[in-house]
């Protein structure tokens, strides 16, 4: 891991395309602002591992694979 120390309003670059910005800073919490291109995702790790969670679960569930094979 990288860590790194920036000031409000300084940015760091990743991969030439990836610009994250140091908008504000209020006690304990930082707001950044991160400029992508749209078609890399950006998620809060909270919101990915709960998509993570949920896409395994989906893989794991056979039972609406066979409801589907009825279906054919």
């Known amino acids: ?10 940015a760091i670059v990743i991969n030439n395309n990836i610009e994250i910005t ?3 800073i209020r006690g ?4 950044l602002g991160i ?4 078609e890399i ?3 809060r790790k909270e919101v990915y ?3 993570q969670n949920e896409n395994k ?9 066979e409801e589907l094979k ?3």
């Open 1 to 10: 891991m990288l860590a790194l120390s920036r000031k409000k309003n300084e």
């Open 22 to 24: 140091v908008l504000d």
């Open 28 to 31: 304990d919490q930082i707001k």
């Open 35 to 38: 400029a992508a291109p749209k």
């Open 41 to 43: 995702p950006i998620y």
């Open 49 to 51: 591992i709960q998509i």
């Open 57 to 65: 679960q989906a893989t794991e569930d056979v039972s609406g694979i």
């Open 70 to 72: 009825k279906l054919l």
